[in-house]
């Protein structure tokens, strides 16, 4: 079965702090996703990335980075978190064949910006 | 711009209870409809549908996909407390590597 692990569950951290989330998939997929998840809101993308070191912004990047070294990892940094990057982050990959663009997510990490 | 959206919003019923999610979208270039299931943690899939009128079925679950009319169902018969979750459900952008999803259907079975 696939996995992708975040590396944190819970994170509480201060505002104006910088923040590292972590995500490993195992799978060798070629595609990873960061989205965010709020309430009434669903799932927005924020970046994903189609090959180590190449990104694209999604709907909400303003306020994050990312960054991708390795093909099975993938980053999401929060330069200096604000109250409004609480939220629960859930990463994601895919393969992406023309056949198959099922996404799988990782356990997610709710962030608390105090 | 693409979009998905789900009905309703939220939804509460008995066990045993008969239950349908409705998805409808606009997304150009259709290629194919996901539906994925959160409980406390990350999604897990449970169906990609992509052609019209053809139910796809796991033990309780099915799902089905109008593409005339624009939209997919998810009907989930005998529910059971277990089946309390939101239901997700997405659809991929034109030419792009994303999911557009809607936001979702929270589902709460009471005994």
């Known amino acids: 079965d696939v996995k992708v692990t975040q590396s944190s569950r819970y994170l509480v951290k201060r505002t104006g702090e910088k923040v590292f989330l972590e995500c490993v998939q195992d799978m060798d997929h070629e595609n990873m996703f960061w989205y965010r998840q709020d309430p009434g809101l669903g799932l927005r993308l924020i970046y994903f990335s189609y090959d180590v070191k190449m990104k694209e912004k999604g709907d909400i990047p303003e306020g994050y980075s990312v960054s991708r070294e390795k093909k099975e990892r993938f980053s999401l940094i929060l330069e200096s978190a604000s109250t409004n990057q609480t939220s629960m982050y859930l990463c994601a990959s895919t393969p992406w064949s023309a056949t198959n663009e099922k996404l799988f997510f990782g356990s997610g990490t709710q962030l608390s910006v105090l | 711009e693409d979009k998905v959206v789900q009905s309703p919003l939220s939804l509460v019923v008995h066990e045993g209870d008969t239950v349908t999610l409705n998805c409808s979208y606009e997304v150009t270039n259709f290629r194919s409809l996901l539906w994925y299931k959160q409980e406390k943690k990350a999604p897990t899939f449970l169906f990609m549908l992509?052609?019209?009128?053809i139910e796809k079925k796991s033990g309780r679950l099915s799902s089905i996909l109008d593409k005339k009319e624009l939209f997919s169902i998810l009907n989930i018969t005998a529910t059971q407390t277990g089946d309390s979750a939101i239901y997700l459900c997405?659809?991929?952008?034109?030419?792009?590597?994303?999911?557009?999803f809607g936001k979702g259907t929270k589902l709460s079975v009471i005994p």
């Open positions: 992509t052609s019209s009128g």
């Open positions: 997405a659809s991929p952008g034109a030419g792009s590597y994303q999911l557009t």
